[in-house]
Nanobody, 128 residues
Framework: EVQLVEFGGGLVEPGGSLRLSCAASGFTFSNFPMAWFRQAPGKEREFAAGINWFNDNTYYKDSMKGRFTISRDNAKKTVYLQMNSLKPEDTGVYYC?????????????????????WGPGTQVTVSS
């Protein structure tokens, strides 16, 4: 059974940092791209960052480039999201996601419909 569990959310002041982790199990982690999505209050879930599985290419929502870094540790079956220079508009629930097998991920990574498995999410609140 595929399972994804996020850790590391919390309350942080503007300008601060958080590191999110997503522990994966139930599949060969090194064979799949992984992504983080964010759902702000009252808004749709949106792509935040993604990382490929064979060359570690990374992709980001424009507003997160230069502030967020996605990485993965295949030995630990974990994907991370380092978030720096946090802003109030970064507030939301952050979800870890994995696409279905056979996904044309490099073309569809922004599309949440391309992802079959999701974690329960972790709340990030940026506020003074």
């Amino acid at each position: 059974e595929v399972q994804l569990v996020e850790f590391g959310g919390g309350l942080v002041e503007p300008g601060g940092s958080l590191r999110l982790s997503c522990a994966a199990s139930g599949f060969t982690f090194s064979n799949f791209p992984m992504a983080w999505f964010r759902q702000a209050p009252g808004k749709e879930r949106e792509f935040a960052a993604g990382i490929n599985w064979f060359n570690d290419n990374t992709y980001y929502k424009d507003s997160m480039k230069g502030r967020f870094t996605i990485s993965r540790d295949n030995a630990k079956k974990t994907v991370y999201l380092q978030m720096n220079s946090l802003k109030p508009e970064d507030t939301g629930v952050y979800y870890c996601a994995r696409p279905a097998p056979g996904s044309a991920w490099e073309s569809n990574y922004r599309n949440k419909a391309d992802y079959r498995y999701w974690g329960p999410g972790t709340q990030v609140t940026v506020s003074s």
